[in-house]
T-cell receptor
Framework: DVKVTQSSRYLVKRTGEKVFLECVQD?????MFWYRQDPGLGLRLIYF???????EKGDIPEGYSVSREKKERFSLILESASTNQTSMYLC??????????????FGSGTRLTVV | QKEVEQDPGPLSVPEGAIVSLNCTYS??????FMWYRQYSRKGPELLMY????GNKEDGRFTAQVDKSSKYISLFIRDSQPSDSATYLC??????????????FGQGTELSVKP
């Protein structure tokens, strides 16, 4: 089974801190994604990456950056955490859309609280 | 207008009921349709996948796509309390349609009462 592992299930950080959320997948997937999920707003795409050292902005990239130095690891960085970044963060991976059945495999999520 | 629209609910049904969850989409290029199930405090997991129009059945679950009306449905027969979760629909086009990225609905929260 594909596994997507997020390093922390729960995090509490202070306003202004630099926060790193780590995600590792073990199926050699090219594509990796970071979402945040908030009640009433659904899943919102922050950043995604189609390959090592490549990144593309999603719908809400402001206040975030990402790093993909190795194929299996995709990191989300909150440069200066703010209370409005309190949320559930979900990482996902997938093979490239070459046609046919492919879906995203999600991690279990990191619930981040910024105080 | 969002590309994939889904009523967020919440939806509450008695055990044993037939549940119908629905989404609409606006992009005619969408060809692949999926349903994800998300239990509380967990990540979404792929439940059903359908290509183009038609039905797909897996046990108590049936996914249905009507491309003419741009309508996506998930039916759950003999619903169980363990089906209580948030259900997200998702669609995508091919590689050259937004890079083949999945577009998600908002999710419908379902509660099945014993």
């Amino acid at each position: 089974d594909v596994k997507v592992t997020q390093s922390s299930r729960y995090l509490v950080k202070r306003t202004g801190e630099k926060v790193f959320l780590e995600c590792v997948q073990d199926m050699d997937h090219e594509n990796m994604f970071w979402y945040r999920q908030d009640p009433g707003l659904g899943l919102r795409l922050i950043y995604f990456s189609y390959d090592v050292k490549m990144k593309e902005k999603g719908d809400i990239p402001e206040g975030y950056s990402v790093s993909r130095e190795k194929k299996e690891r995709f990191s989300l960085i909150l440069e200066s955490a703010s209370t409005n970044q309190t949320s559930m963060y979900l990482c996902a991976s997938s093979p490239p859309p070459g046609g046919g059945d492919y879906g995203y495999t999600f991690g279990s999520g990191t619930r981040l609280t910024v105080v | 207008q969002k590309e994939v629209e889904q009523d967020p609910g919440p939806l509450s049904v008695p055990e044993g009921a037939i549940v119908s969850l629905n989404c609409t989409y606006s992009n005619s290029a969408f060809q692949y349709f999926m349903w994800y199930r998300q239990y509380s405090r967990k990540g979404p997991e792929l439940l059903m996948y359908t290509y183009s129009s038609g039905n797909k059945e897996d046990g108590r679950f049936t996914a249905q796509v009507d491309k003419s009306s741009k309508y996506i449905s998930l039916f759950i027969r003999d619903s169980q309390p363990s089906d209580s979760a948030t259900y997200l629909c998702a669609s995508r086009g091919g590689l050259y349609n937004q890079g083949g990225k999945l577009i998600f609905g908002q999710g419908t929260e379902l509660s099945v009462k014993p």
